[in-house]
């Protein structure tokens, strides 16, 4: 991945609709040098997808909160994975080192939806040993961006 490549990824990322004429007159390249590289870049996994950013509040959800599981045995993981995976409101699942095995971001109508939740879905019997929920009341900062220049810069 080139320079070129950096820049078009930074710009798609907050701008996800511009134009590739556009695109290419900041990089220097032409309309068609432009998608043949957005083609390159997702054929080889360094752009993921197009898609776009939706507000919780819009969508219906006012509760956001960040759930760590613990997982005893360590042969139930793939099992809690796969099932995790099936949860539309479960936005990130991540496995973590600490006193819990996975960090989980949640989406809730409210807190009578959520306490249904993580008491229907996320805390399976004989799986999950325990849970801690954290609510988040607002975010300073919500960022999926990632700095593709930023290596370059160092």
Do not use: W
């Not at 907050?14 to 004429?21: F, I, M, S």
């Not at 919500?142 to 810069?153: G, M, P, T, W, Y």
């Amino acid at each position: 991945m080139d320079n070129q490549d950096r820049q078009i990824l930074n710009i798609i990322q907050l701008e996800g609709r511009r134009p590739y004429a556009e695109i290419g007159n900041v990089v220097g390249l032409s309309i068609t040098a432009v998608k043949d590289r957005l083609d390159k870049l997702l054929k080889r996994g360094s752009l993921k997808k197009f898609s776009a950013e939706v507000g919780i509040k819009a969508a219906g959800y006012d509760v956001l909160a960040f759930v760590s599981i613990g997982i005893d045995k360590p042969e139930d993981c793939n099992g809690f994975e796969t099932h995790v995976l099936t949860i539309p409101q479960v936005q990130e699942c991540h496995h973590v080192t600490g006193a819990f095995n996975y960090l989980v971001k949640i989406l809730a109508k409210d807190m009578s939806d959520l306490e249904t939740l993580l008491s229907t879905q996320i805390k399976i019997p004989g799986i999950v040993s325990r849970t801690e929920t954290t609510i988040v009341f607002s975010s300073i900062k919500n960022s999926s961006f990632v700095d593709c220049l930023a290596s370059e810069r160092r």
